[in-house]
């Protein structure tokens, strides 16, 4: 089975440049021509939902220069290349906490999100000043909030009101998620949402990511037997 979502950590930009002797702008430039070739394979394949991790909210440790090429990155991304993915039938999204961002980029996301909001083909998410355990945290506050002032009880605290909650919550769950880099962490990404996630660590380097490499990860996903904490039921067995 082919899965419906798909969210990728976009790891390696650093070492790829590095590796080359490249700054590690290089890197994350090289990092946006693989995302460019992975969401028109994505689009291509039938997929329905692309999540990728573009900026954490821990990488405001990174030094201001290294954060201001990111920051540039996205916003020449959102410029360049919306009327294409417009064009492709893509629809953008972004999740992350917006407050955190400079109000030109916040505009710019807005921008992108109205103009493809009816687009169908493809769901693309980025994940943008984005951290899981704060996502939570945003999350559980508005509950609270909701609770404190009579609109929820807490018995309506359910598994599927916090899913509500979440910057994800128009979206379904990922069914895979890939890492590349050869690191096997989820890092603080989409840790509610990944409860059932099959997962697949690739060694490349993200900016050497392609079509092929997203073909080898669907065709890994292909091979698992998903239980979701249930069991297999042995349907060729005579009863
Ligand atoms: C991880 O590589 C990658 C990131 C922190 C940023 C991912 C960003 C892109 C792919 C380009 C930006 C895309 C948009 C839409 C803004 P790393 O720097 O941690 O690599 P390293 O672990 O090898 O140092």
């Known amino acids: 089975m082919k899965p419906e979502h798909i969210a990728i950590i976009m790891d390696g930009n650093g070492r790829w440049a590095k590796a080359r002797g490249l ?18 394979a994505a689009g291509d394949l039938g997929i329905e939902w692309l999540t990728v991790y573009a900026f954490s909210s821990e990488n405001w440790s990174r030094p201001q220069s290294e954060i201001s090429d990111l920051l540039g990155l996205l916003k020449t991304f959102i410029r360049r290349d919306l009327a294409d993915l417009h064009k492709a039938g893509v629809r953008v999204r972004m999740i992350g906490a917006r407050d955190g961002l400079a109000k030109d980029i916040r505009h710019l996301i807005e921008e992108a999100e109205s103009l493809t909001a009816n687009n169908k083909a493809l769901n693309l998410l980025i994940a ?42 128009f979206a379904p769950d990922p ?3 890939i890492r590349t880099s050869g690191e096997l962490r989820l890092s603080n990404f989409l840790l ?23 073909l080898q990860a669907i065709d890994s996903y292909a ?3 998903r239980r979701f904490g249930g069991v297999t039921v042995a349907r060729d067995v005579a009863l």
């Open 23 to 40: 700054p590690r702008i290089a890197g994350h430039r090289a990092g946006v021509e693989a995302l460019r070739q992975t969401v028109r």
């Open 128 to 169: 943008f000043n984005y951290g899981s355990r704060d996502e939570i945290v945003r999350a559980t506050r508005a509950i609270a909030n909701a609770v404190a002032c009579g609109e929820l009880r807490p018995e309506d605290v359910t598994q599927e009101l916090i899913g509500k909650y979440l910057d994800t919550s």
């Open 175 to 177: 069914d895979l998620i």
């Open 192 to 214: 509610w949402q990944a409860a059932y996630a099959e997962l697949v660590f690739m060694p490349c380097y993200w900016p050497d990511f392609g079509r092929n490499e997203l």
């Open 223 to 225: 091979a698992r037997e």
